[in-house]
C-alpha cells in the first residue's frame, strides 16, 4: 500500500531537477589576465591618510601589464544594488592615483561625506554602513584585457547616528582594522603533507590555510537596533584561485562565531603534469585582507 | 439543495440587467437541442448594481475548470485581463497593474491576499463561496482603496440541512461542513492544511528546497448565518490564513549561505446585516476586525535582510440602495478601513526589491545595512454615492466618492541615539468621480463603457524615516474601458473590451545618488497602461463547455518626469487562455493551453570584480529592454463523478499540469562572472490528484 501511494505521488513531481539552472561555474579557474585581490595598508584609515595599495594580478610573469589606479567619487543611487555606483565605471567621476601594480595615495578628504554617515549639509541621507559599520572609499584598478575591479578602502567616519555618549564612546574603544596574515599554505593527500612542488598526478590534495588568533580581531559596534555599543569579533574569508586543475570551492572561511583558525580546500591535479599557479586570499569582515601565490607542480 | 451536476462555465459579464446567477440544475442533462431551463435565484427588492467590466462566476462552474485543482479562486488566472503570475508568486496581474495595486475582497471585507504564498492555492475555502468575480479595473464608486482591479468572493448561503465535504488531494486536505442549528441559526466550519512538504518528502525530492521554498499553508473559516426576522439576516463570519516557507542555500563558506525564511497571516472577523425593508430598498451594514501579518527572514551570509509587519486591520461597509423612481436607484454607503501597522526592518535598502529595481535574480543584496522600527495609522472614510438610472435601452450609472486619508507614521527622520521621535501626519481628500453606461443595441449586442477616478494610500512599509519616505501621500489613477458584447448564437458570446489606465504619484526610488533625509522615496512615479481583452465563450451545449481569453496589453512606467518610459516589471504583450470541457456520462474530460509574452528583464551588458566581496557585479543595460522567452504550457484534466450512495457524491479528479513538460523560462540566471546565461525554469510537469466527497 505505501509502495502505491509512493508510486501516486511520485507523479507529482516527476522531475524535480526541471528548475535547477545548469551553469557550470568554475569561478576559481583563472586563465586570463585579472585583478584577484588588492591589500591596502594600513586596512582602515581616516579619509586624508596616506594609503598604500598592492595589487594581486594574475599575469604571466613576462607581461609588461600595470594596473591603472582611479578613485571614484560617486555615491551610489539607491536605486542600484551593486558595490559602487554606474557612474564608477565610466570616467566623469574617477579621481587618478596612478600606476604600477603597488601604488600609495591620499585618501579623499571627502570620504565620510560621500560614502559615510556625514550626510552633505542641507538634509541629505547619510550613506549605510555595512553589518560591520564600516563605510568604504571605491578605488577602481583596470588591467588591459580585464573587465574593471574595484577595491572599497575601509574608511574612519565617526558614529553619526548615536547619541553623543554613545559616539564619545564608541571613539574611544573602537580599533581600527589591521590586515590578517596568511601563514604558509600546506598541502596533504589522505593526511599525509607533502610539499607544493612534490604532488602526484590525479591526486585529490587537501590545501590549507591558517592565520593567527589576533587576526580574526574583536571590535567595538554599533547596535543601531537596540542603540548600543557591543563588541563582535571578525569573519573570515578565503578564497581560491588557480589556472589548472580543479578546486573543490572558490571560497571557504569561518563565521563570527566559530573559533577555528583554518581554512580547507581540495585540488585535484591533472593527470599531466605540469606547474599549475595557486592563489589564495584571506579577507576579514572588515575590509583587511592578505594574500599569497603559490606554483603547485604535479611531478609524474 | 440545487447542486450543478455538469459544471458548465458561465460568465456573466456585467451586461445584463438581471440579477440571478446562472447555473445548470442537477436534475438536468446537458443537451444542445433542449433548451435547458436555468435555476434563478430571486433577489427580492432592488438589484444589486453591476460594474460593466466585472466577470462573475460561481464557484461550481469556477472549480471543474482545468487548472484550477478543484479551487474556485484558481479560475481568476483563466479569465481576459489577468496577467500570468510568476510560478509560486500567486500574485495578480490585473490590467498591468502592480500585484500590491489591487484588493481581494470577501463579502465586502478587505483580505490581504487571494492565494497562499505559492499561489496553489486559495486562501479561502472553497465550499465556502458561492461566487468569484474579477473586475480588473473601472469599477464603480463603492470600491476603492485601490488604482488596480479587484477580486471579490461572495460566501454562500448556508442550506438548511446537512452538509459536508472532504477532500484530499497532494496538495491538502480540507473540510467544511454546515448544518441548521435551529430554525434561525446555519453554522459552516471549514479548514485546510497544506500536505506539499510531506508528499515531496514521500517522493524523497530531498534538494527541491534549494531551488522552491515549499510552501506550508493552512486556512480556516466559519460562519454563522442567522435570520432575524423576514427579509433581515446577520452572519458572523470568521476567516484565517497562514502561510510559511524555508529555503535553505548551503555553502563551505558562511559568506555564501542564504537562508530565506517568509510566513505570512491574516484573521478576519466580521458581521454582515442584511435587510430588504417594506419599500424594496436593501440595508447592507459589515463592520469588521482584523490582523495581518507577514514577516520575511532573509540572510545572506551575514547580511540579514528582515521585514515584519503586525497590522490590525479593522473597517465598516454601509450601503442603502433604494429605488427613487421607477428608471432610477439610488445607492448611498459609507465605506470605512483602517490599519494600524508595526513595522521592523533591517537590512539593506535594496531587499526586498522594488518594482522598477535593477537587479538580476539571484544577485545578494549590497553590503549596506540598516534598522528601522516603526508605526503607521492609515485611516480612509469614504463616503459614496451612486445612481442607476434606466433610459430605455440606454443605462447610466454616475457615481461619486471622496475617499478622506488621516495617514500618520510614529517617526519622520530617522533615529538618532535617543532623541525622541516626532511623527508625521497628515490629511488627504480624494474626489473621485466615477461613470459606467451600458447601451444595449440590439438583443444581441450591448455596448459598455466606463470611467473613474481612483486612488489608495501608502503601503505602511514605504513610510519608514530610513528605508522609505513618511511623507508620502496616496496614489492615483484614472481607469477608462469602452467595449461590447455579442451573442453569437444561443450559447455562444464575444465581448471585447479596450481598457486604459493612467497612474501618477506613485512612490518610486529617488534616483539621486544624494537623496534627502528621509526621502528615499519619492512620490513622482507615472505610468500607464492599455490594451484590448476578448473573451469568446461557450456555453454547455452537448456538454461541451469552453472559452478563449485573450488580452493584448502594454505597460509602461516612468520613474522621475525626466526618466526615459520604460517597461512595468509585469508586462505581458500576449496572454492567451483557451480552456474547454467535455462531460461524457459521469466522466468529464477538460483541457487548457496558456500562452504568454516573456516579462521584461534587463540585460547585462558586462560586469565587474567587487574585491572586497570577491564577486562579480553586473553592469546592466537599458532597464526591462530585453523579455523572458514566451511561456506556454497545456494542462489536462479528467474527473469521474460516483455516486457512492443516495446522500454522498465522490469527484475523483486528476490534473496534469504542463503534461508537455516544456521548460518555461521564469528568470535568467547567470553564471557568478555574469559571462554567461542560464534560465531557471519554472514548474516542469506535475500531476494533482485529489478526491472530494459530498455529504
Not at chain 2, 483563466?78 to 500585484?99: C, E, H, I, K, T
Not at chain 2, 475555502?125 to 485601490?146: F, H, I, M
Request: proline residues 6%.
Amino acid at each position: 500500500m505505501k509502495r502505491r501511494i509512493a508510486a501516486l505521488l511520485a507523479l507529482t513531481v516527476l522531475d524535480s531537477s526541471a528548475c535547477r539552472p545548469e551553469l557550470e561555474d568554475d569561478y576559481w579557474l583563472v586563465n586570463a589576465p585579472r585583478v584577484l585581490a588588492v591589500k591596502s595598508e594600513p586596512a582602515e584609515a581616516r579619509p586624508g591618510a596616506r594609503v598604500t595599495f598592492t595589487a594581486l594580478l594574475s599575469m604571466p610573469e613576462t607581461s609588461n601589464e600595470v594596473p591603472t589606479w582611479n578613485f571614484c567619487t560617486a555615491p551610489k543611487p539607491l536605486t542600484e544594488n551593486n558595490a559602487v555606483s554606474a557612474a564608477c565605471l565610466g570616467k566623469a567621476a574617477l579621481l587618478s592615483v596612478g600606476r604600477g601594480s603597488s601604488v600609495e595615495a591620499v585618501l579623499p578628504a571627502t570620504g565620510c561625506t560621500l560614502f559615510g554617515p556625514n550626510g552633505a549639509p542641507g538634509g541629505y541621507r547619510p550613506r549605510d554602513p555595512d553589518i560591520t559599520g564600516g563605510y568604504y572609499q571605491p578605488l577602481r584598478v583596470d588591467v588591459a584585457g580585464s573587465e574593471p575591479a574595484f577595491h572599497l578602502q575601509r574608511i574612519s567616519c565617526d558614529l553619526a547616528d548615536a547619541s553623543t555618549d554613545t559616539a564619545t564612546q564608541f571613539g574611544l574603544s573602537y580599533v581600527a582594522n589591521r590586515n590578517p596574515q596568511l601563514e604558509p599554505i600546506r598541502a596533504s593527500v589522505d593526511g599525509e603533507e607533502l610539499g607544493l612542488d612534490a604532488i602526484p598526478p590525479g591526486a585529490r590534495v587537501e590545501l590549507s590555510v591558517s592565520w593567527a588568533a589576533s587576526d580574526s580581531e574583536r571590535y567595538t559596534y554599533f547596535d543601531r537596533t537596540r542603540n548600543v555599543l557591543t563588541e563582535r569579533r571578525e569573519a573570515m574569508r578565503v578564497s581560491w584561485y588557480t589556472n589548472g586543475g580543479r578546486l573543490e570551492t572558490e571560497s571557504s572561511g569561518r563565521s563570527e562565531d566559530d573559533p577555528e583558525l583554518n581554512a580547507q580546500n581540495h585540488w585535484t591535479a591533472p593527470e599531466s603534469g605540469g606547474s599549475f599557479a595557486l592563489w589564495v586570499i584571506l579577507r576579514d569582515s572588515r575590509g583587511g585582507g592578505d594574500f599569497a601565490a603559490a606554483q603547485l607542480r604535479v611531478q609524474p | 439543495m440545487t447542486r450543478a451536476r455538469h459544471a458548465s462555465r458561465v460568465l456573466d459579464i456585467g451586461l445584463g440587467l438581471s440579477s440571478c446567477l446562472l447555473a445548470m440544475p442537477a436534475s438536468a442533462e446537458p443537451n444542445a437541442d433542449v433548451a435547458q431551463p436555468m435555476a434563478e435565484v430571486a433577489i427580492v427588492g432592488v438589484r444589486p448594481r453591476r460594474d460593466a467590466t466585472e466577470l462573475k462566476l460561481t464557484a461550481e462552474q469556477a472549480r471543474g475548470e482545468t487548472g484550477t485543482h478543484d479551487d474556485p479562486a484558481k479560475v481568476i488566472e483563466n479569465l481576459p485581463g489577468v496577467g500570468r503570475a510568476a510560478f509560486g508568486s500567486g500574485q495578480l496581474l490585473l490590467w498591468g497593474a502592480d500585484p500590491q495595486d489591487s484588493r481581494v475582497y470577501v463579502d465586502g471585507v478587505e483580505i490581504p491576499r487571494l492565494y497562499h504564498g505559492s499561489g496553489i492555492r486559495s486562501t479561502v475555502n472553497g465550499n465556502l463561496l458561492q461566487s468569484v468575480t474579477l473586475t480588473p479595473g473601472a469599477y464603480g464608486a463603492d470600491y476603492g482603496r485601490a488604482i488596480g482591479g479587484m477580486v471579490r468572493l461572495e460566501t454562500r448561503e448556508l442550506s438548511d440541512d446537512y452538509h459536508a465535504s472532504v477532500e484530499l488531494s497532494v496538495l491538502d486536505a480540507s473540510v467544511f461542513t454546515s448544518a441548521q442549528l435551529s430554525s434561525r441559526v446555519r453554522l459552516g466550519l471549514g479548514g485546510r492544511y497544506g500536505l506539499l512538504d510531506r508528499s515531496l518528502r514521500l517522493v524523497n525530492a530531498p534538494d527541491i528546497a534549494e531551488f522552491f521554498a515549499v510552501p506550508r499553508y493552512h486556512d480556516y473559516q466559519a460562519k454563522m448565518q442567522v435570520a432575524l426576522r423576514e427579509r433581515e439576516s446577520l452572519d458572523v463570519v470568521l476567516l484565517g490564513s497562514g502561510d510559511e516557507s524555508e529555503r535553505i542555500v548551503s555553502n563551505s563558506d558562511p559568506a555564501r549561505v542564504r537562508r530565506a525564511s517568509d510566513s505570512q497571516g491574516f484573521e478576519r472577523l466580521y458581521l454582515r446585516y442584511r435587510r430588504t425593508l417594506s419599500d424594496g430598498s436593501n440595508v447592507q451594514v459589515v463592520p469588521w476586525i482584523g490582523r495581518d501579518t507577514s514577516r520575511s527572514d532573509l540572510s545572506f551570509g551575514a547580511n540579514p535582510a528582515l521585514l515584519e509587519q503586525r497590522a490590525l486591520r479593522f473597517g465598516l461597509r454601509a450601503e442603502h440602495r433604494s429605488r427613487l423612481a421607477s428608471n432610477l436607484i439610488l445607492s448611498l454607503g459609507t465605506d470605512v478601513a483602517g490599519s494600524r501597522a508595526d513595522l521592523d526592518r533591517r537590512g539593506s535598502l535594496t531587499i526586498p526589491a522594488r518594482e522598477g529595481d535593477l537587479a538580476v535574480f539571484g544577485q545578494p543584496p549590497g553590503d549596506d545595512s540598516n534598522v528601522d522600527t516603526w508605526q503607521t495609522m492609515l485611516l480612509d472614510l469614504a463616503p459614496y454615492a451612486t445612481l442607476d438610472w434606466d433610459l430605455g435601452p440606454l443605462t447610466v450609472t454616475p457615481g461619486l466618492r471622496i475617499d478622506g486619508y488621516l495617514l500618520e507614521t510614529s517617526r519622520n527622520t530617522p533615529k538618532v541615539g535617543q532623541t525622541p521621535s516626532i511623527g508625521q501626519s497628515s490629511l488627504r481628500a480624494a474626489l473621485e468621480p466615477r461613470v459606467g453606461i451600458r447601451w444595449r443595441v440590439s438583443s444581441r449586442v450591448s455596448l459598455l463603457a466606463a470611467a473613474g477616478v481612483y486612488s489608495q494610500p501608502p503601503a505602511a512599509q514605504d513610510l519608514s524615516a530610513v528605508f522609505g519616505t513618511p511623507t508620502l501621500g496616496p496614489e492615483t489613477a484614472l481607469h477608462a474601458s469602452i467595449g461590447e458584447s455579442v451573442e453569437l448564437a444561443r450559447r455562444l458570446s464575444l465581448s471585447v473590451t479596450g481598457f486604459y489606465r493612467a497612474l501618477t504619484d506613485l512612490a518610486v526610488r529617488d534616483p539621486s545618488p544624494t537623496p534627502r533625509l528621509a526621502g528615499a522615496l519619492l512620490d513622482t512615479g507615472t505610468g500607464r497602461s492599455y490594451g484590448v481583452q476578448l473573451l469568446l465563450q461557450q456555453r454547455l451545449w452537448r456538454g461541451f463547455s469552453g472559452s478563449l481569453a485573450y488580452t493584448l496589453s502594454r505597460s509602461e512606467r516612468r520613474d522621475t518626469p525626466n526618466a526615459d518610459t520604460r517597461l512595468f516589471d509585469g508586462d505581458q504583450s500576449h496572454v492567451l487562455v483557451v480552456q474547454g470541457s467535455q462531460s461524457l456520462a459521469e466522466w468529464t474530460l477538460g483541457a487548457r493551453v496558456r500562452y504568454t509574452t516573456g516579462i521584461p528583464k534587463t540585460p547585462i551588458v558586462g560586469a565587474f570584480f567587487d574585491e572586497k566581496r570577491d564577486s562579480h557585479q553586473p553592469i546592466f543595460g537599458a532597464l526591462n529592454s530585453q523579455r523572458l522567452p514566451s511561456f506556454w504550457q497545456l494542462d489536462l484534466r479528467v474527473d469521474r463523478r460516483f455516486q457512492v450512495s443516495q446522500a454522498a457524491v465522490l469527484l475523483a479528479y486528476l490534473e496534469l499540469l504542463n503534461a508537455t513538460n516544456h521548460a518555461n523560462a521564469e528568470e535568467y540566471v547567470y553564471s557568478q562572472d555574469y559571462a554567461r546565461r542560464g534560465t531557471v525554469t519554472g514548474m516542469p510537469f506535475v500531476a494533482v490528484f485529489g478526491v472530494r466527497l459530498e455529504l
